[in-house]
């Protein structure tokens, strides 16, 4: 166990739990040890609290027994796992992005501070804005959606067994990376692939909008969908022949379409631009409004493009 540190750790690749001191802790705690258990990772947990006054030392040293015992309780229902912990006095989207660098992973529970919108947590949008490996925000898992009879709950034309299944949010750029990410996360929890495409509305009639009509493995025809992403989803079929993969087209806007596709599924993969400024509009609605985890990947960069850059909301430089 590390003493507090003026720095921003540097940290070996694994998984890594965000922790805020807080009881959405513990779940967090369990999501992490099976993210790990599932790569074959050790979990690093990472708890930032920034200095508050003379008496931090003392203060952390005693939350960071507590932690580390709570930790150790935790991880005994996991056999195997090799668990850490480290109690830094680095502002906490800071450290974040740091551990970035060399993660396999980050997993961060949202607790939306006092006064904030619901489900808006400004750290979890900080870290999932500059993070340098892909973000698991695990939301909790909300459930009890009707079924519509045609897979999965809530929304016609998505074929998804009721015990969920990977939804993956996608346009036509950097699409092979995406998909690869999210047919990997998929294999790991044994379950298909929803590859969801969002063309302009002709008739908005919902959050949702409409999709085309069910039918395993088919692809809708036209449909506002680019060649370039028909041909990556082939690919993807080609490279995992034992993985259901199935193509469907989303008329409305994305944010509020993979929303709705959230209530039905396990899991929610996006991918994130490495670009200047906010987050796009999808990508924060479904960060914060998601009905199951989100998974946000950090694409590769165009050729010639220029690095990424751009402020913390905090106002620290990402590292």
Same mark, same amino acid.
């Given at each position: ?109 949202? %607790? ?33 959606? @009707?079924?519509?009879? %045609? ?25 092979? %990376?995406?998909?690869?990410?999210a047919a990997a996360e998929a294999r790991r929890r044994g379950t298909s692939l929803l590859v969801v495409h969002a063309a302009p509305a002709r008739q908005a009639s919902g959050p949702a909008a409409r999709l085309s009509p069910p039918? @395993? ?21 080609? %490279? ?37 400024? @906010? ?41």
């Amino acid at each position: 166990m590390t003493e507090p540190a003026d720095a921003a750790p540097a940290l070996p690749a694994g998984v890594v739990l965000g922790l805020t001191g807080t009881p959405a802790d513990e779940p967090g705690l369990r999501t992490a040890l099976t993210e790990a258990r599932r790569r074959g990772l050790p979990l690093h947990l990472l708890w930032p609290c920034p200095p508050a006054g003379h008496a931090v030392r003392t203060v952390g040293r005693r939350a960071e027994a507590r932690y580390l015992e709570r930790v150790r309780s935790v991880a005994a229902a996991v056999p195997g796992s090799t668990v850490t912990a480290e109690l830094t006095t680095v502002a906490p989207a800071r450290a974040l992005v740091a551990a970035s660098r060399t993660a396999g992973l980050l997993v961060l529970r949202p %607790h939306a501070p006092s006064g904030a919108p619901p489900g808006y947590d400004p750290v979890v949008r900080d870290v999932v804005c500059h993070a340098r490996c892909p973000v698991l925000v695990d939301r909790t898992r909300r459930d009890g959606c @009707p079924t519509d009879g %045609h897979g999965l709950r809530g929304v016609p034309g998505a074929p998804a067994e009721d015990t969920g299944g990977v939804v993956v949010g996608v346009d036509d750029g950097a699409a092979d %990376h995406l998909l690869t990410a999210a047919a990997a996360e998929a294999r790991r929890r044994g379950t298909s692939l929803l590859v969801v495409h969002a063309a302009p509305a002709r008739q908005a009639s919902g959050p949702a909008a409409r999709l085309s009509p069910p039918g @395993p493995g088919r692809r809708p025809a036209g449909a506002g969908t680019g060649r370039g992403l028909a041909d990556a989803v082939d690919r993807l079929r080609g %490279h995992h022949p034992g993985l259901r993969v199935d193509l469907r087209v989303v008329e409305g806007a994305p944010g509020g379409a993979l929303t709705a596709l959230s209530r039905g599924a396990d899991l929610v993969v996006l991918g994130r631009a490495r670009r200047t400024g @906010p987050l796009r509009r999808t990508t924060g609605a479904v960060v914060d409004r998601a009905a199951c985890p989100v998974l946000v990947v950090p694409l590769p960069p165009p050729e010639g493009g220029p690095p990424p850059s751009g402020r913390l909301l905090s106002g620290a430089e990402p590292r």
